[in-house]
């Protein structure tokens, strides 16, 4: 097996590190082209058989997966190599990496169509595709499972203000909270990701070549390659309380499903309801974990309705700027005006971390997203009971997005603003935010 110490430290010149033939693509019936067998939601590992992406010289042939490992981040791994920070054929060590806790397996693993844009099986690959490392086959996780404790200034204000209390267990006595965290990156079975979304295998194959500036050729050219890595970010797991009670009918199971919003989660923007949205829901798990229970928060790295920061600023902009300010009956128009679309999120692919938990209830579902519960339950899970973030954990500038949102259809349990109630319903204006 190579290591790093083959490839100079230095400006390594490219020939050096990498052989000199550019492979642009591969094709079905190419000389040296003998994938490893992947058949998704095969009942057991072993007949799935690994993923397999890498493009080293040991995997190439081999490979059975379409694109990068790493998500997002294969660019900066590209960058790593390019300045010889990292050798071409550095292989992890994964020696003591392998997961705290266990989770699963759970029915949807085993199931073709339940889970199709994440790979059940990828927290576990030295378990069950050792043999494959052992014998020089690049595959790599695409979940990892890790314990922590997290400390938050709204968790300390709620232990202050007597509503949550430190139990010692799941709230430690100086107010940290015990969590099991997991991480996974993308990992898409093109049929069952079409599927999901009604259409051809073949247009969504070509909307990712095309889209992504024909970064992945073997999109077009090798139709027997089912699974696609895609460089987009993935999501974090945070659960409260034991995990194995999230699959059990007789504990109760509290949820947010939380898309990232880097301005409020992050730096506190009062513009949108996203950091109360998950300080509450955080609250809110541990204390149904205090209870018996447990409380999991999924965060999507989904920034903006996936539009992203810069188009999330432009509208930003444009919404402050507009005749008659910023108004809540104009809140979703201003967003197609600049991106084509309203929302990008596209809920579809979100219920498969949620049957991958072994999720097949949810109690206190926190969220107003009508998206988001359609499709939990049309995945086949129950949700008992939706929950609104409480008003006075609402900051003043967001209720022209809660308005909005609600008029648009988005769950509440209150009244449903009229067209005249919206234009009523204003954010500050733009000399207001200078500064
Ligand atoms: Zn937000």
Redesign the pocket.
Known sequence: MASDADVPADSAPHQELYPARVVLTTYPSQHGIDPIPLRWGAKTPAERGPVVVSRQQDSLGKRNAIGAGGGSYCIYRALAVAIGALGPNHRPDFRLTEPTNVIGPHPGWTDPEKIVSLDPWGHAIVEHYGDYIDRGIDVRPTIAITKAHIKLAEIDEAIRKGILACDGDIVTADGELKVVKVASEPVWHLPGVAKRFGITEATLRRALFEDTGGMYPELITRPDLKVFLPPIGGLTVYIFGDPAHIPDPTKRLTMRVHDE?N??DVFGSDI?T?KPYLTYSIEECAREAQNGGVGVVVYFRKEGRALGEVTKYLVYNARKRQEGGDTAANYFKRTEFVAGVKDMRFQALMPDILHWLGVTRIDRFISMSNMKYQAIVESGIEVVERISIPEDRMPADSKVEIEAKIADGYFTTGAVPTADDLLNVKGRNWDEVAH
């Open positions: 919003c301005g409020s949108c996203c």
